[in-house]
């Protein structure tokens, strides 16, 4: 059975730091090109960024030089750290899992990430 369930998430003032995990079962996850997206109320899901198997990463212009996500292939955990956050980066964040080859896609629950004054 796959899991990915995140954690980390939660309320933090503009300017302060947030450091999600997702911990991952039940896949080969050194092969999974990984992800995070977030979805703001009333928005559709868009991409925060993601990890390849073989450690590239891409963000979006909007988190560029803000957040950052590595990967532990050993403990099959993916992390997005997420610095200088701001009211906009308010959303539910969700951590996907990607194997392009056999046409895997996997979703976690998401976790609420606030930022206000």
């Known amino acids: 059975q796959v899991q990915l369930v995140e954690s980390g998430g939660g309320s933090v003032q503009p300017g302060g730091s947030l450091r999600l995990s997702c911990a991952t079962s039940?896949?080969?996850?050194?092969?999974?090109?990984m992800g995070w997206y977030r979805q703001a109320p009333g928005k559709q899901r868009e991409l925060v960024g993601t990890?390849?198997?073989?450690?590239?990463?891409n963000y979006a212009d909007s988190v560029k030089g803000r957040f950052s996500i590595s990967r532990d292939n050993a403990r099959m955990t993916v992390i997005l750290q997420m610095n200088s956050l701001k009211p906009e980066d308010t959303a539910v964040y969700y951590c996907?899992?990607?194997?392009?080859?056999?046409?895997?896609?996997?979703w976690g629950q998401g976790t609420q990430v606030t930022v206000s004054s």
């Open positions: 996907n899992a990607k194997f392009t080859r056999l046409y895997h896609d996997y």
């Open positions: 039940g896949i080969a996850f050194s092969v999974y090109d």
């Open positions: 990890i390849t198997s073989g450690g590239t990463t």
